[in-house]
């Protein structure tokens, strides 16, 4: 607990932490009927991306509701990194075939995310804007219960399937940004290893750092009892890092050691894609309450200003920097400037994530060199210059990275514009 001397505004005394029921493992995808029965609904939406309904899943999911007297329908039109625009459309569908009495989310975050937004915008009043945090957006709460919502997840990544996130590339702004309410945490999380096996080796590795960065980032944030006591109606998802949360992200990094550079390698090892599984939703259950920090807030802009980069593995039609990635390429720099607010929570990520490391001998460099070890191993790219960006372009960046106020107040330390600019300095190029 925080101590007080009386005359500074008590410390933060607690915590909040929460996670949906899961149910996990082979041939779980078709027990959703049964599960969805549970809740009474009748008729349900399957929100999916084209790439992962060609894969048939969703069809296995309408397949295992019919079972039960439930009907649906497949809506495949989710966008790969949802935008505004492409979250709207979806809602749209929604709203004309509904009404619907729940939704299954079939496919990586872009799904989850996008079925989160819909159920939201079905069921609430207002538009995405009204939700999105502020100052990007009006920040409101959302006021009613949703439907049920059970999340598939098809990536082993975002972990979207337990948090209470939201992320959504704004067009007008080109900035990408998202928001958080209890509401929109999935009511069930269904998570079958088998459905990753078909993941290409590219999407593996990026959806892999983005757990990576979850686990870190949320075992480096600011304790939750340095924040400022908060009433009940202030309180937010993202709480700081606390003891729940640090379990799972051990947990999540000692997985990712063992099995992440394999999953990559040898996409048909069951083993290797199920702890996979296993650590996005643990690490998820990590970041989703304490909260990430710089390298998510570095990666929004780094995604939402993209130029003209097109990553192997990934829908070709349009330029992007997967999520995965973006989130890592600032991440070892971004974690030397942490280093100094918690020593021993940097060794002890680093000695997880990279257990036969040598010991160097500035301290400070232990993590930044597991996370590059990693990134090296796996094939993603070296730094920020290796998807289109020059020094020229920080000063574009690093207003995109300010307006993530929600993610920066969770670094342990007050962080500067100049800061960010130095950690894109020396994110040009990582190794
Ligand atoms: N809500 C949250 O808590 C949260 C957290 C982190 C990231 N995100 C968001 O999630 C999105 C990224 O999601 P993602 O990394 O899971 O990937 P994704 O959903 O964007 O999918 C990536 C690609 O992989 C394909 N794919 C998915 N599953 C497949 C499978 N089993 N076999 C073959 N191909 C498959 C998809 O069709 C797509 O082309 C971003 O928008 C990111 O901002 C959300
Ligand atoms: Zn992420």
Known sequence: MAATTGAEPPGESIFTWGAPPLKFGAGAVDEIGFDMAQYGARRVLILTDPRVNELGIPARVADSLARYGISSEIFDGCHVEPTDDSMDKAAGYAREQGPWDG??????GSSIDTAK???????????????????????????????????????????????????LDVLSLRVKTGFGHWRLRPTLAVIDPLVSLTLPPEVTASAGMD?????????????????????????VTYCGSNPVSDLWCEKALALIASSFRTAVRDGADLEARSNMMLAATFAGMGFGNAGVHIPHANGYPIAGMVKDYRPRGYPQQEPMVPHGQSVSLTAPE???????????????????????????????????????????????????GAVGYTEADIPDLVPGTMKQQRLLATCARPVTEEDIAGIFAASIQNW
């Open 103 to 108: 939704f299954v989310a079939v496919g990586g």
């Open 211 to 235: 757990i990576v960065c979850h686990a870190l980032e949320s075992y480096t944030a600011r304790h939750y009892t340095t924040f400022e006591r908060k009433q009940p109606e202030q309180r």
């Open 117 to 167: 937004a819909v159920n939201l915008l079905t069921t609430d009043e207002g538009g995405l804007m009204d939700y999105v945090n502020q100052p990007i957006g009006r920040g409101r709460a959302p006021q009613r219960q949703l439907k049920p919502l059970i999340a598939v997840p098809t990536t082993a990544g975002t972990g979207s399937e337990s948090t209470a996130m939201c992320v």
């Open 334 to 384: 971004a974690f030397r400037f942490t280093f100094p607010t918690a020593p021993e929570r940097h060794l002890r990520a680093a000695a997880l994530l990279a257990p036969g490391q040598e010991t160097l001998n500035d301290p400070a460099e232990q993590l930044p060199s597991a996370v590059i070890g990693l990134m090296r191993d796996i094939g993603v790219p070296s730094g920020i």
